[in-house]
């Protein structure tokens, strides 16, 4: 006898079935939707840009550039004028005498100016680390140079008696600073010779040392102040080469009789 017919097992019923597949599907198009949202906020999501270099810094100069600090009494010769210095080689001594110091390697440096017109007669050395010396002159190394070098000599010293004084009498008190155009600036180095100079020109109310920066051929510069502490302008004048001979060894290394003041 035949067996009796059975219909095959169906899937899940037309009420259930419908159900489960939505899921499903549903399911299925959620993930898609989170998989191209992600894609989409990643491709919108601005690319991340690198910090800036930064920017480029001048080198300070070997020796400093003046800070234009002048000194506290008219008669007082500030901080050389322009940009603020690095610190000197050498610091401050105590009120004391010495010898002005003989380079490296032997280069010849300025060791005493004399500017005979005016009464001046000065050793140089190199400045401190603070405010300059009194009763002696300065000289900054490089980038400036040294007499005989293809660069500005460039010294300075306060406008007190016994220093720099007449020349701010000069040019602050008497308005003539035309006066010192023509004298003669002699400046005694390390190996013993003596370099004489005219003076070519004066110029009042500076401040920036560009104008001797830039010079290219011997040349010596002299500074002094134009007023109390805060007063901005320099006076400056150039001189240019007129004769190198041979000096005395005792004039061209002078005692150095260093004040410190200020």
């Not at 506290?72 to 005498?97: E, L, R």
């Not at 070098?149 to 007190?160: L, N, S, V």
Request: glycine share 6%; with cysteine; aromatic share 6%.
């Amino acid at each position: 006898m035949a067996a009796p017919f059975r219909p095959p097992a169906a899937g899940p019923s037309l009420a259930a079935g419908p159900s489960l597949a939505l899921r499903r599907i549903s399911a299925a198009f959620a993930i898609a939707a989170v998989v191209a949202g992600a894609a989409s906020c990643a491709s919108q999501a601005p690319t991340p840009t690198p910090p800036p270099s930064p920017a480029l810094v001048a080198l300070a100069p070997e020796t400093p550039a003046p800070s234009p600090a002048p000194s506290p009494a008219p008669s007082d010769s500030p901080d050389p004028a322009g940009p603020s210095p690095s610190a000197a080689d050498s610091p401050a001594p105590s009120a004391s005498a010495g010898v002005a110091p003989v380079p490296p390697h032997g280069r010849p440096v300025a060791t005493r100016v004399v500017i005979a017109e005016l009464g001046i007669d000065l050793a140089v050395v190199k400045p401190p680390r603070g405010y300059p010396y009194c009763d002696v002159a300065m000289a900054f190394g490089k980038p400036f140079g040294q007499p005989g070098e293809k660069k500005a000599t460039y010294i300075f010293a306060h406008a007190r008696d016994g220093m720099f004084g007449p020349i701010y009498q000069l040019v602050m008190f008497k308005h003539t600073p035309n006066a010192m155009v023509g004298m003669l600036v002699d400046v005694y180095t390390s190996d013993d010779k003596l370099h004489t100079y005219r003076i070519a020109r004066v110029l009042p109310h500076q401040r920036t040392l560009d104008p001797a920066l830039v010079v290219r051929r011997d040349q010596l510069w002299l500074q002094t102040s134009e007023g109390p502490h805060g007063t901005p302008g320099k006076t400056m004048l150039y001189a240019n080469p007129v004769s190198v001979t041979a000096a005395d060894h005792a004039a061209a290394h002078p005692k150095a009789h260093i004040l410190v003041c200020g």
